[in-house]
Nanobody, 131 residues
Framework: QVQLVESGGGSVAAGGSLRLSCATS????????MAWFRQSPGKEPEGVAA???????SYADSVKGRFTISKDNTKNILYLQMDGLEPEDTAMYYC??????????????????????????WGQGTQVTVS
């Protein structure tokens, strides 16, 4: 029932921009914790940006000031605007969702998974290549 579908990836020159989209079904971004992760070959997954139910945001230090996470609560779409892309940003980017705590709280990044804090749903990913 829950489905996350990423799009918008591609190849771009260093310094360029891309906007990733995550269409959601069965998960409402307005009522769930949403995040973007990325993983490059031989590396551990990295939480890039997160947005909470109240629209508060957090970012990895490596992308702070260059990436912007946002959501359209009417269309149920999560976005990641990426500006000033660098070769180090090359990775597979994933959209993820996590149920909030009972009071609606969402943990900010960095992400440390626990039994009580785990992103339950993941998309298939979209490739971003920067040269």
């Amino acid at each position: 029932q829950v489905q996350l579908v990423e799009s918008g990836g591609g190849s771009v020159a260093a310094g360029g921009s891309l906007r990733l989209s995550c269409a959601t079904s069965g998960v409402t971004p307005s009522n769930n914790c949403m995040a973007w992760f990325r993983q490059s070959p031989g590396k551990e997954p990295e939480g890039v940006a997160a947005i909470a139910t109240d629209s508060s945001t957090s970012y990895a230090d490596s992308v702070k000031g260059r990436f912007t996470i946002s959501k359209d609560n009417t269309k149920n779409i999560l976005y990641l605007q990426m500006d000033g892309l660098e070769p180090e940003d090359t990775a597979m980017y994933y959209c993820a969702a996590d149920r909030p705590l009972g009071d609606g709280y969402c943990y900010p990044l960095p992400y440390t998974p626990t039994e009580e804090h785990e992103y339950n749903y993941w998309g298939q990913g979209t490739q971003v290549t920067v040269s």
